[in-house]
């Protein structure tokens, strides 16, 4: 019995919310790094059961000690003035913009002061990364909660910082899509795009034309489960993404990628034949019928009915892969539907620069070459997403279980070890909007399958477009990235354990 108890408590030690989950965080171990991090020797605050939290706006103070209450079981009340012993959020203003925040951790108190919420929220998620991990535990845990004493100020490097879920090949239910939005924000990403449709689902409730959500929507790759959102869900996400600072940017996909539509109504097919719904994962055979006028009433009804419930300020057309599409076709449709983005600006997938992008057009670049005199000319902003380095769909190794390899196989080094204002030669870094991490779903049907994908390497492009360029060093990474293991661990992420990182024991 004796040797049961010592055996069980051996294994508790190492496998479980162990030593590493509760030390005292470096003040160095922050993904993205901040811009400039100044660690106080020897000081540390303790968040104790009288700490409090007090906020100048609702809501990142409130998210923030809900998380407190979960994981430490104090009561941490929300305060109605700067507590003596807590932490204060204040929009008392920092050096930088709408994303920029200071925070000030002393023996007494922690301060995050900004300019905009935005700030505010950023500041706590660093705060986050200073707790022990077991602070991110939805059960109580045992303390202390010990926070390094230092300084940082930080500001993104690029105001786009983006991932991407496809939620067409396979559809992911609204508490997964939200899991994914508290994954990302954790590394200050601040925009979730949602591939809504394509060739295998149609993925959100159009009023006017209802069948694209219940036929089209009813199959998925491989023959799981279709799905779709209802308006009432996607304004769910969208409030529930925007509390994190994360805007959601939703794509209709067109002229290709319609199978699902073009299944759902005869009368949009050049033939006036409805294809049968499409459970594989081939590219490039569907097309909207550039020459029926019906064509651009559809668009326009479908765009103006998702602008409608969409306050950011971008509409993704897809545009990718056209190759059912003439070229003249694919330019006299591109050029007509970007005026029906219902005052939103559009993005596309870079091929729209084969038609005559607007100048407010946003190409999304997803190629593998780092030439595209196209692309980078004419002045247009762009996404930086090359599909060598960003793409989260591609395996690490030929050995990883799920994932695709025709961009190559991506391991967290070749992820981190891009510049997104060089990559594209003649493209004036003044035109990069910023970056994108985008993650196709043929392969990935689960949100353990997601985890799996984006962890590591979301949080290494998430550096890159938030940390400045100087910044960069693969070796340093690595180790703040390791001191991600556990917080993961406890937060029941299933990342991959590279072998290229020294996780801690026990993560
Ligand atoms: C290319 S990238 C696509 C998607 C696929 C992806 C798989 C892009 C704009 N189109 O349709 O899902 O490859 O990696």
Redesign the pocket.
Known sequence: MRIRVVLVSLVLVTCGVSAPARAVVSFGAVVPAPVSSVPASGVTYQITSSASVYSDVPGTGDLLAQQLRRSTGYPVPIASAPPADGISLRLTGAPGGDEAYQLDVTAAAITISANKPAGLFYGVQTLRQLLPPTADSPTVQPGPWQVPGGRIVDQPRYAYRGAML?VA?HFFPLSAVERYVDQIALYKINVLHLHLS?DQGWRIVIDSWPRLATYGGSTAVGGDPGGYYTKAQYQELVAYAAARSVTIIPEIDMPG?TNAALASYADLNCNGVAPPLYTGTD?GFSSLCVSKEITYTFVDQVLGELAAITPGPYLHL?G??ASSTSAADYKTFMNRVQPLAHGKTVIG?H?IVNATPLPSTVAQY?GTSTRNAAVAGAGRKVIMSP?SRA?L??KYNRRTPLG?T??GVIEVRDAYGWDPATFLSGLPSSQVLGVEA?L?T?TIRTGADIDYMAFPRLPALAELGWSPQSTHDWTAFKSRLAAQGPRWRVMGVNYYHSTQISWPAGS
């Open positions: 496809d090949r394509d990628h590219v897809g990718d892969e997938w091929d997803w599909a793409y769909d591609m695709q025709w961009a985008p196709w043929e």
